[in-house]
C-alpha cells in the first residue's frame, strides 16, 4: 500500500512544487485547499484544475475569520505594493494561517492515516511571515509528538531559495503555467504585490522566463 | 484598558468553569462557539445563552472535517457507552479537536491584542484523549513563542480533579444548571455517555446536585 500524504495547497509556485515532490516520492496524496476569505477564487480554481490533473484527491475547506484585519482578507483593505520586501511583518498576514492550515492537516492525517503533511514554507525568499519560519515548524512537529502521532510536517522547501524551488520544480514537470501566486486577484497577475515580486525574482534568478507570463 | 482573553467554550462544565474563571480575573472575554458536526446544537445554543448572561462577546465558528471517522461528528455511528472510562483514546475523539480550536483561538488572540487564550482540559478525570494532556498544552505554548508572539494557552483546570472543578465553579457562581454537557442531544441529559458519567461522578464527590438534573 502505497504510503500517505496531507498536503496544503494553494495552487502557488511553493505549493505545486511541493505536491510534485511529494508525488514524485511516490506519496498517495490528499491535497487540502483552503477558502479562507482571500480576495479572489482564482487560487482555488486553479488548485482544483492541478489536483485533477494529477488525479489526487482533494478537500475544499471553508474557514471563517470574523475578526480578521489582514489586508489578504479584509474586504475594505488594499493588498499593499512594497517598494522593497517587508523586513516586518507585513498587512497581507493572516493571522494564525499556517496553524489553522496545519491543524486541519493534522486531524485529516489522523483520519487517513497519512504519516506526512507537507507544507511549501520557505524561509529564504518570503514575506516576512512568523508562520514560514524553522522555529514554527519545529515547534509544530513537537506538538504532533506530544499528541503521540507519528506524524511528521515536512517541508522541504524550507531552506532554498525561490530559484532554487523553480529549478527543482522544473525537473519534477511542475505546470507554472497553471499556478496562481499573486494576492490580488486581477486577468493577469499584478507584478506589483510581494508575491509576484518574489516569483518573479525567482524565474529571473533561475533564468527562465515564467510561463504564467507568456 | 481591561486585559483580554479568549475562551474556547463549549458550554460544558469544563469550560463554563473556565469562562468564569477568566471574568473573575478580570478579563475582558472573547468565547469562540465551534459548531463542529456534533450530533445536536444544544451546547452551541447554551454557550450563546451563558456568553449573553455575561454579556461577552462571542463568535460562533463553523468547522467542516470532512474526513472525520468519529463517533462525536459521524452521522452513522453511534456514541458508544462504556462500563468504565476508557484507558485508550475511546472513538468520541474527534481528531485534532483542541489542535483546530486552539488555531482559531490564536488567530483571534492576535486579532483582537489578546495575551491569554483559556480552555479548560483536565487530565485527570478525563476521556483519555491526547489534546487534553499537559505534554499538549506545553507543546502549543512553545508555537506560540516559535511564532513570536506573547499569547499564553492558560489551562488552570489541568490538574484538578471534576469534584475539585465543580467547587471551583460554585464559588465563582457558575450556573451549572445550564451548562450542557452530555454528548448526545436529547431533552435531558443522557447519564450513559463518558460525558455524563464524569459530570455525574464529580458532583457525587463534590457532595453536591447537579442543578441540571432538577
Not at 477558502?35 to 485533477?52: R, T
Request: glycine content about 6%.
Amino acid at each position: 500500500m502505497k504510503k500517505r500524504a496531507v498536503i496544503l495547497f494553494s495552487s502557488g509556485l511553493d505549493s505545486t512544487t511541493v505536491l510534485y515532490y511529494a508525488l514524485f516520492k511516490g506519496y498517495k496524496c490528499t491535497c487540502l485547499i483552503f477558502d479562507y476569505g482571500q480576495k479572489h477564487g482564482k487560487e482555488i480554481l486553479s488548485a482544483v484544475k492541478i489536483a485533477k490533473s494529477v488525479k489526487t484527491e482533494y478537500s475544499i475547506i471553508k474557514i471563517n475569520l470574523p475578526w480578521s484585519g489582514d489586508s489578504l482578507t479584509g474586504k475594505n483593505k488594499e493588498i499593499p505594493v512594497h517598494k522593497h520586501l517587508p523586513k516586518t511583518v507585513p498587512s497581507t498576514y493572516v493571522p494564525g494561517r499556517n496553524t489553522i492550515f496545519l491543524s486541519y492537516a493534522l486531524s485529516c492525517a489522523q483520519s487517513v492515516n497519512a504519516r506526512s503533511i507537507f507544507i511549501g514554507v520557505n524561509s529564504v525568499d518570503f514575506s516576512n511571515y512568523p508562520d514560514c519560519t524553522p522555529e514554527f515548524i519545529k515547534a509544530y512537529n513537537n506538538v504532533l509528538k506530544a499528541l503521540k502521532t507519528k506524524i511528521v510536517v515536512q517541508s522541504p522547501l524550507l531552506n532554498l531559495n525561490k530559484a532554487q524551488i523553480i529549478k527543482l520544480g522544473i525537473k519534477l514537470n511542475v505546470p507554472y503555467k497553471d499556478t496562481w501566486t499573486c494576492y490580488n486577484g486581477y486577468e493577469k497577475p499584478c507584478m506589483e504585490c510581494d508575491s509576484c515580486k518574489l516569483r518573479a525574482k525567482g524565474f529571473k534568478e533561475a533564468e527562465i522566463n515564467d510561463p504564467a507570463l507568456a
